[in-house]
């Protein structure tokens, strides 16, 4: 019995990675699969369990990546599972656009109820994190009759062109593509490591702040014409760094002083993920625009802009989506909320609490660590060559990503030279204290490479 529950809990590898059933699905996929898809190790997942995932062949892996932080109540969860096969034998698919559905209004007033501010929110249904930003971008314009956006280098807001155009993560992600959205600005993010220039990290804050009040607004673009700023309270594909709460209270109070609209990002780091309901919770902020998704239906296709009711006052047919709000989705949202709400945010931080106080010291115990940081289950790792010049070393992060998998542990990379692990909220101690372990045992081995 204890055997089934240490493998139930803990990887369990049966042939060398990946498997041969593995490798045959690998090969057929980069004959059909577009290649612009990337992937860090070959995994082939055929099911899923909790923190668990297995492949064709039989090899089982404890999954810290969570789908890059989307299944938030593990894979499967037995009550979200119940819900969408309930929901699938009763209605897939009513279009909001046309008609009603109670359990949209339902947990639109729920998800209205978590948002920071008294003020009424409204709802908006979606598919994904980029349509949410989208949908925040096109409200942004419609409410302030300004066109001009703002957001940050490193931040990272979807791929469809208008979220790529306020994206600033990686070159590749917009090569080729050609022109994108006009009167979108960058200003540096405050990296309270590195520093908003790479230099005065213990004013990152200010400094970023400064930038956009003495730079932006005086040379680039008046204040006047800006209709929102956007920014992830943590940058996720930029290499999960929180911006410093006295950041985000200047950057709110920025907002207000000129009439401009602020739009948190919270599509990987909202639905608990950081111990709280929303990463901004921490800097006790209230965003005019908040969108989500990932985290927010255990894997099923959903994302959602809450606003406040006052700027969400578009008219009838000015924004919609045929999909968006879906029932199955919805319900299986529902079940995650439930989740989320009697246990899961409160282990989300406890166990954080847990990573750290075994981590928090990996920079003075590793040559290639130069920083350790994050929030609940939302952590990265950052690799440098020298942890005096902090030079980059995304080779050594990715040789350990590798050696991880070797291991049967999964984890994935954030921005150049940082590791991120993001693994289900329903994690025990005794999963966090394998990955830990397995990590620590990885990096020695990249120590050697410094």
Same mark, same amino acid.
């Given at each position: 019995m204890?055997?089934?529950?240490?493998?139930?809990?803990?990887?369990?590898?049966?042939?060398?990675?990946?498997?041969?059933?593995?490798?045959?699905?690998?090969?057929?996929?980069?004959?059909?699969?577009?290649?612009?898809?990337?992937?860090?190790?070959?995994l082939v997942a055929k099911s899923g369990r909790g923190a668990m995932v297995e492949d064709p062949d039989g090899n089982i892996f404890l999954d810290f990546a969570a789908g890059i932080a989307v299944v938030a109540t593990g894979h499967c969860h037995p009550d979200v599972v119940a819900a969408i096969q309930k929901q699938s034998a009763r209605l897939i698919h009513m279009s909001s656009t046309d008609f009603y559905c109670e359990g949209m209004v339902e947990f639109a007033e729920r998800l209205a109820s978590v948002v920071p501010g008294k003020s009424p929110k409204r709802v908006y249904f979606g598919n994904?994190?980029?349509? =949410?930003?989208? &949908?925040?971008?096109?409200?942004?314009?419609?409410?302030?009759?300004?066109?001009? !956006?703002?957001?940050? $280098?490193?931040?990272?807001?979807?791929?469809?062109?208008?979220?790529?155009?306020?994206? =600033?993560?990686? &070159?590749?992600?917009?090569?080729?593509?050609?022109?994108?959205?006009?009167?979108? !600005?960058?200003?540096? $993010?405050?990296?309270?490591?590195?520093?908003?220039?790479?230099?005065?990290?213990?004013? =990152?804050?200010?400094?970023a702040l400064a930038h956009i009040e003495g730079e932006l607004f005086r040379r680039l673009v008046d204040p006047e014409e800006v209709a929102a700023i956007f920014i992830e309270p943590i940058q996720g594909e930029g290499g999960y760094v929180a911006a410093p709460p006295e950041f985000l209270r200047g950057l709110a109070e920025l907002c207000r002083r000129h009439g401009i609209l602020l739009v948190v990002d919270e599509v990987q780091s909202g639905m608990g993920r950081t111990g709280k309901w929303w990463a901004s919770d921490h800097a006790e902020i209230e965003p005019d625009i908040l969108c989500t998704a990932k985290g927010i239906a255990s894997g099923m296709p959903l994302g959602a802009v809450i606003a406040k009711s006052e700027v969400m006052d578009w008219t009838a047919g000015a924004h919609a989506s045929t999909f968006g709000g879906n029932p199955v989705s919805i319900a299986a949202a529902s079940a995650?909320?439930?989740?989320?709400?009697?246990?899961?945010?409160?282990?989300?931080?406890?166990?954080?609490?847990?990573?750290?106080s075994r981590i928090g010291d990996w920079p003075q115990r590793h040559r290639c660590?130069?920083?350790?940081?994050?929030?609940?289950?939302?952590?990265?790792?950052?690799?440098?060559?020298?942890?005096?010049t902090k030079e980059k070393a995304p080779e050594l992060r990715n040789q350990v990503i590798q050696a991880a998998f070797k291991r049967g542990l999964l984890v994935l990379g954030a921005g150049e030279n940082t590791l991120r692990l993001c693994p289900p909220l329903i994690i025990d101690e005794e999963q966090a204290e394998f990955a830990l372990r397995t990590l620590d045992e990885c990096i020695?081995?990249?120590d050697r490479s410094v």
């Open positions: 204890q055997v089934a529950e240490k493998v139930r809990k803990l990887p369990h590898l049966v042939t060398a990675l990946p498997g041969p059933k593995a490798r045959e699905i690998v090969e057929r996929d980069h004959q059909v699969i577009s290649p612009s898809y990337t992937r860090d190790y070959p994904s994190g980029t349509e =949410a930003l989208e &949908a925040a971008m096109k409200l942004a314009r419609y409410h302030t009759r300004r066109d001009k !956006f703002i957001a940050f $280098y490193g931040c990272f807001h979807g791929r469809t062109l208008g979220s790529l155009s306020l994206t =600033a993560s990686k &070159a590749v992600q917009r090569k080729r593509f050609g022109a994108l959205l006009g009167g979108v !600005f960058h200003t540096p $993010y405050p990296n309270p490591y590195r520093g908003a220039y790479g230099v005065r990290p213990e004013h =990152a804050a200010a400094d995650t909320f439930d989740l989320l709400e009697s246990g899961l945010i409160q282990n989300a931080a406890r166990l954080g609490e847990f990573i750290f660590v130069g920083n350790v940081r994050g929030k609940g289950l939302m952590i990265g790792i950052e690799f440098v060559r020298d942890q005096r020695w081995e990249a």
